[in-house]
């Protein structure tokens, strides 16, 4: 439905230039083959020395978490003051987005609109989760907003424990389509729609299944940045105080739920499928194409990459489950949670320049959010400076990145097989998780260097 | 659980012994001149242009049509009208890959890519 409404909105409107990536217009350099060869060869190697030295108990899995020690800065991030204080500005901050998405300069360029949700939003933020924890918790617009009108304070339907994270993982789908294949996408006109539609979308699923239920299920944002917040040494324990616990401790915690392999197999496809369309093999071929016949292909490459994603995933864990003589299905859902640093690993590597080059319109257009010549904070005539990066140092935090995320994986993996099999079988196991494990990090890697 | 640590360490190290010496700025390469023509929806030039960070470059285009010619990431506009081409020249001082592109028309006109 939500799809539909954005697919029917891009369609009609003709306005916007018919390029995939309409925001910046910039990408990165190819990764240089012998930093790819590198890459791949480390994460290669560390495969390799891993299984040999495959521990014999899990470590992750048994976590005890340092209790954060009251104090000033436990008080500071536990205070229901900043909290509130925090919630309004973020509201605000949604406002002002919306406002500018109807009401600002059409032109991306312009309109503080795009480059928020698109930069700030959809990039910065997975980088706080990962490093912070949770905020969403605190910022999201929408549990606020449902907050202040008293919506989903008591449910009025039980949320069917079939239907899981599926809903979330059908608006991510959405939203992924919108930023990747609809050639307007970044127009602040679509984007305010698509919000709007989002907003009711959330509000009518938290009135009808209580908020908390909602946002753990349906809210596509605060599942996926739940999910990554579990790579944070930074969480909260049950009274709501802050612990520290070693980076990726909360992913061994994550519960198997309905569609949670789903979302997590559409974030990294999707990812994927981004760096594969600046390929010079898919613009020389699809950019061609009239507007109709790019969203046409578009569709269809995101979702046969997802596919592709679903099938790798899936072709390890049967083979797996066969060397482990177990069922196919548990076992996908088992060990999904080592996915999860990949699909991060891919977002840095993809949108790590972004952030900090492009990040910066943001800057700028904070002054003049709606493009009418304001200059509130005086940024206005901010230049952005593209040249802050290095070439050099964008490839390697991109494969830094990808070979981090292997590694991140792999520990996970290990960790988790060790604890439901026993050593012996557990090493068999792992044969077929580290090859698909290598897949995804050769081909990360080999999108970044494809030009 | 040392292990763990012996494979991370194993892996930055491999990262960081081969990492090159930092690059060191180019100097000015020569200038380079890229000229495109659009007739209709056709667009005639290189897909891909590849130059040197430094280079100075000037793009030339001609259409059938009045529009603006916009080089995305330095953010520069030049008019182009039936038998006024557009120029813009400017040094390509960041690195990266550059879309630049028929903005009324929404054409993509080629790739600048600025290597260091």
Not at chain 1, 70 to 95: C, M, N, Y
Not at chain 1, 326 to 331: G, K, L, N, R, V
Not at chain 1, 339 to 351: C, M, N, Q, T, W
Not at chain 2, 23 to 49: F, H, M, Q, Y
């Amino acid at each position: 439905m939500l799809v539909a409404a954005v697919a029917a909105l891009s369609l009609a409107s003709g306005a916007g230039p018919a390029l995939a990536h309409g925001l910046g217009g910039r990408t990165d350099l190819p990764v240089p083959r012998w930093l790819f060869v590198y890459g791949a060869a480390t994460a290669l190697v560390v495969s390799f020395v891993a299984l040999a030295a495959l521990w014999k108990e899990p470590h992750l899995e048994r976590l005890r978490s340092r209790a954060g020690r009251p104090g000033l800065l436990q008080r500071l991030l536990t205070d229901p003051t900043l909290e509130k204080v925090v919630r309004g500005l973020s509201l605000f901050a949604f406002l002002v987005v919306v406002t500018a998405a109807f009401g600002g300069d059409p032109r991306t360029s312009e309109n503080i609109a795009p480059v928020f949700v698109y930069v700030w939003f959809w990039v910065g933020l997975p980088f706080a989760h990962a490093i912070l924890g949770n905020l969403w918790a605190t910022l999201s617009p929408w549990d606020t907003l449902a907050r202040l009108a008293y919506v989903g304070e008591q449910p009025r339907f039980q949320y069917p424990r079939a239907l899981g994270r599926w809903p979330a993982t059908l608006a991510l789908l959405g939203f992924v389509w919108m930023e990747l294949v609809d050639p307007s996408g970044a127009a602040p006109l679509g984007l305010g729609v698509a919000i709007v539609v989002y907003t009711l979308f959330t509000l009518a699923g938290m009135a009808m299944f209580g908020r908390d239920t909602w946002n753990r299920n349906g809210e596509a944002f605060a599942v996926y940045f739940e999910l990554l917040a579990r790579i944070s040494p930074l969480a909260r324990d049950g009274e709501g105080r802050v612990i520290v616990r070693p980076v990726l401790g909360g992913l061994p915690s994550l519960r198997p739920q309905p569609g949670l392999v789903a979302f997590i197999v559409v974030l990294l496809g999707s990812t994927t499928f981004d760096g594969f369309s600046r390929s010079t093999a898919w613009t020389s071929r699809v950019g061609t194409l009239p507007r109709a016949g790019q969203i046409l292909a578009g569709t269809a490459g995101i979702l046969a990459i997802i596919g592709l994603v679903a099938v790798a995933y899936s072709l390890a864990t049967g083979i797996a489950a066969a060397v482990a003589d177990t069922d196919w299905h548990p076992m996908t859902v088992r060990f999904v949670h080592s996915l999860v640093p990949i699909a991060f690993a891919y977002v840095v590597a993809h949108y790590f320049s972004l952030l900090v080059l492009e990040g910066q319109t943001g800057l700028k257009l904070l002054s003049d959010p709606f493009g009418r010549g304001w200059d509130v904070f005086g940024t206005a005539g901010w230049a952005v400076n593209l040249a802050l990066l290095s070439a050099t140092a964008i490839w390697y935090v991109q494969v830094a990145a990808i070979v981090a995320g292997h590694i991140g994986a792999v520990v996970l993996a290990h960790d988790r097989s060790v604890a439901t099999f026993g050593s012996a079988i557990a090493l068999r196991t792992q044969y077929a998780m580290l090859a698909v494990m290598v897949l995804f990090t050769v081909v990360g890697l080999s999108i970044l260097s494809g030009g | 659980m040392r292990w763990r640590w012996i494979v991370l360490a194993a892996g930055l190290a491999a990262l960081a012994g081969c990492s090159a010496s930092t690059s060191s700025p180019s100097p000015n390469g020569p200038d380079r001149e890229i000229a495109v023509k659009v007739e209709g929806d056709l667009v005639t030039g290189p897909g891909r242009v590849e130059v040197a960070q430094g280079t100075e470059v000037t793009v030339v285009v001609e259409a059938d049509v009045s529009d603006e010619v916009h080089v995305h990431g330095y953010d520069l506009h030049g008019d182009v009208t039936p038998g006024d081409p557009a120029r813009i020249t400017f040094e390509a001082t960041a690195p990266g890959v550059f879309e630049v592109e028929l903005e009324g028309a929404g054409l993509l006109l080629f790739r600048l890519e600025v290597t260091p």
